[in-house]
T-cell receptor, first 113, second 113 residues
Framework: GAGVSQTPSNKVTEKGKYVELRCDPI?????LYWYRQSLGQGPEFLIY????????DSGLPNDRFFAVRPEGSVSTLKIQRTERGDSAVYLC???????????FGPGTRLTVT | GQQLNQSPQSMFIQEGEDVSMNCTSS?????WLWYKQEPGEGPVLLIA???AGELTSNGRLTAQFGITRKDSFLNISASIPSDVGIYFC?????????????WGLGTSLAVNP
């Protein structure tokens, strides 16, 4: 079946702009995770959804970052007033249930100029 | 945040050689996951381990969940050029919540044909 998909694959934006990154999880997966990965590092946890609700958003770096999953499937990560330090690859993963194996999408490479 | 100790940091081997890498933690884990990541891609799940002492294979890859529940290793037999990539261990800690994966810093593998 289809894996996790993310759009866009690449996004270049100017400092101060607003961006939205989309994640389509594996069908039927109730858990969805967002990560950020910088070059040479492992994935850094941002937020976790169980169904429609954000069960753990402790990894969001500040209030410019926000994510939603209104129908318990597709999720959107929103970044306001982007800064150059936000440049990274944003990864999405889904899981059949909490505490289970996570399957990752290809990521969105965000570049803030 | 908490991280796993993953070693070695990098390896450069000849095609056909066997490879071994491991992850250790100061606390007990109840799940170990091994991922491979290639440039421009998201991490791909290789093996999932859920029981102490469990030994699981996936083709030329074998991983074990340490009996103390504080470590795991991944072996690759008869390496080939397409094994090149970064291998990450990750796991859910027993204490606290099982919502967040804790990650190692990765082992970068290069294979000389």
């Amino acid at each position: 079946g289809a894996g996790v998909s993310q759009t866009p694959s690449n996004k270049v934006t100017e400092k101060g702009k607003y961006v939205e990154l989309r994640c389509d999880p594996i069908s039927g997966h109730t858990a969805l995770y967002w990560y950020r990965q910088s070059l040479g590092q492992g994935p850094e946890f941002l937020i976790y959804f169980q169904g429609t609700g954000a069960a753990d958003d402790s990894g969001l770096p500040n209030d410019r970052f926000f994510a939603v999953r209104p129908e318990g499937s597709v999720s959107t990560l929103k970044i306001q007033r982007t800064e150059r330090g936000d440049s990274a690859v944003y990864l999405c993963a889904s899981s059949a249930r909490q505490g289970y194996e996570q399957y990752f999408g290809p990521g969105t490479r965000l570049t803030v100029t | 945040g908490q991280q796993l100790n993953q070693s070695p940091q990098s390896m450069f081997i000849q095609e056909g050689e066997d490879v071994s890498m491991n992850c250790t933690s100061s606390s007990i884990f109840n799940t170990w996951l091994w991922y491979k990541q290639e440039p421009g891609e998201g991490p791909v799940l290789l093996i999932a381990l859920y029981k102490a002492g469990e030994l699981t294979s996936n083709g030329r890859l074998t991983a074990q969940f340490g009996i103390t529940r504080k470590d795991s290793f991944l072996n690759i037999s008869a390496s080939i050029p397409s094994d090149v990539g970064i291998y990450f261990c990750a796991g859910y800690a027993n204490a606290g919540n099982n919502r967040k994966l804790i990650w190692g810093l990765g082992t970068s593998l290069a294979v000389n044909p």
